[in-house]
DNA sequence: TTTCTCATGTAACGCGTTACATGATTAC
DNA sequence: GTAATCATGTAACGCGTTACATGAGAAA
């Protein structure tokens, strides 16, 4: 349901491929909202069944040829209601918290190597959240109101990692002095 | 997939009929893992052809009969073998980011609006989640490692909603400077 | 009398992932 | 030569939600 108003924003922003709007989804949205190639042609062409977005083929030499899509005044209005309909919180799946939950069969050694993976990883995700801040939604055309919202999506990432590194430091730690 | 192991490490460590189950994913569990009645008596049903469970039927009088599920040798093993197994981090879907990531169409009110909102949605959110600390899975017969664990779940629960609530009343007022 | 709890399930649909399928150009 | 980028799609499967279906007892 909800890719389908994430497309429509995008296309409002500037006319794309399916190709391209794949690579947003792709870099820094994937933060907050994923989504796979053949989920969006075929949302794509939900989209367009409902007269949503339209289709402009351009034919290209030497490239495969491109369908660029476009917002349809129709696709507006329904982008415009959705974005005054107060959504839910966010849904975390959290696969590390459900095994976690039942690790404690497991021996001290293999319950730390656990946690330490999960802390190396949450520390890269940083590193790689920090560096492609720069890239993907953030250098298209965007006026001031624009550019805070997107700084704010930014801002809520890095405290998201900050607050998983810390808790996982955390737990190391606590870990730790229990089984002194 | 996942909810098959987070079945068997609820089995683990007692029989459960499908009702009970279905609590749990309702309870505190549902901050990082939920699924529902159907999805979980399907999934039983997958797990009984595995053998990784057997039931056992109970008939009650005046209460409609029960079929408690137990964990078996390979149900174990393979919720051993899971155990082992580094998890992906977490996927977080959220819709209020992708919302707010297409709403500078707003106006300054309606905007100012859909952050308040979420700001006060998240607070209810935060206490509703420290009220049922104690309730559910935390008070399921576990040893000292077992509490470490469930502990360490609920305070990254704790850590995450307090993030996204420093980050919101950031924002609004950030955006109250913005627009003066 | 209406709602909640106990207790089980199916049907239909929609969302999301992985694999399959093609094919040229460019960069290492 | 191998991988990446550009560019589009389909098929099959699995995960997740909503609605449908039943029915008794207890509490408000």
Known sequence: MSLKYAILGLLKISPFTGYDLSK????????????????????????????????????????????????????????????????????VRHKFL???????????????DLLKEYKSKTESQLSLYKGHQSETVENLPANKKQKFLW?????????????????????INDYNKLSL
């Open 24 to 91: 947003y989804f792709k870099g820094s949205i994937s933060f907050y909202w994923s989504a796979s190639h053949p989920q969006i042609y075929r949302t794509l062409k939900t989209l367009l069944n409902e007269e949503s977005v339209k289709q402009e083929v351009v034919t290209q030499e030497d490239l495969p040829n491109k369908k660029i899509y476009h917002i349809t005044a129709k696709g507006s209005e329904e982008l415009n209601k959705w974005l005054l309909t107060p959504q839910e919180l966010p849904q």
């Open 98 to 112: 459900l095994q976690l939950s039942f690790a404690d069969n497991l021996d001290d050694e293999q319950l730390l």
């Open 151 to 171: 700084k704010s999506i930014l801002k809520n990432g890095l405290y998201y990692y900050e607050a998983e590194l810390k808790w996982i430091t955390e737990v």
